[in-house]
């Protein structure tokens, strides 16, 4: 039997992600029995992510504050706070910060991809380096839970 996962505001091990952005790790799939992970991700103006998919996952993002530009499926639009986005398996997708900065929610079922996202990002700093899309491209190859299929679809923010 599970135990409860209670994460207040502000709690949880923050990791800087190579592709931009702080994640706050909430819940992980050894806490959840490999049925998903869950993350907190604090963006700036203008982190993008690469067009890419995840073969075996289902992504939901919640948008805390800010706003974003999706793209995926066919359909590109703009999310802000309250907003939801759920990404089916297999589903090709990018998106970018709009707003001067941007919290999203992030969970990932079941939670056999949280290797990408752990081993693409290192524990967080007061200041922390660039986007690094080739290290995220290596270890997307790496784990096989994410692949990046090329750059971000949008033109420049």
Known sequence: MGKPIIC???EGEKRWFYGGGVHTWKALAEQTNGAFFLFEDTLSRGKTTPLHRHPEQDELVYVIEGEILYSGGGVEQGVARGGTIVTPRG?????AVVSESAR???LQTPG????FYRDASEPAREADGPVDFRRIREVAEQTGATEVLGPPPFAKP
């Open 104 to 106: 999203l929610l992030f």
């Open 91 to 95: 589903v090709a997708h990018a998106f």
């Open 8 to 10: 207040a505001e502000g």
């Open 112 to 115: 056999s991809g949280q290797a």
